[in-house]
């Protein structure tokens, strides 16, 4: 079996591994690794949109001002995203009204 990236260069690859994700949480979103944890034992490991269980979730968080809003899969966070919630729900709401119409 084929050495990752951390195994083969530290050799304590789960603690660099923290401390990585630890200091892009907190550049990124200005949360800690610890937070994100406690934020995916919260949701029951599920995406907040769509509350399907997923391996990998992705924070959301507010373009506009930083905050965070929570986990979302890919498919959610990307919908949310291309439907331009940071400038306000109109799109949203229309995309909505949209998709009960038809």
Known sequence: MQKDHWQSKYKYPELQRNKHF??????????????????KIKQDYK???CLKRKKKLHVDHNH???????????????????????????????AIAYAIEV
């Open 22 to 39: 630890n200091r892009y949480y907190l550049r990124h979103y200005g949360i800690t690794l610890d937070q994100v944890i406690a934020m």
């Open 47 to 49: 995406c907040a949109i």
């Open 64 to 94: 506009k001002t930083g905050k965070v809003r929570g986990l979302l899969c890919f498919t959610c966070n990307t919908a949310i995203g291309k439907l331009q919630v940071d400038k306000g729900v109109q799109l949203l709401q229309r």
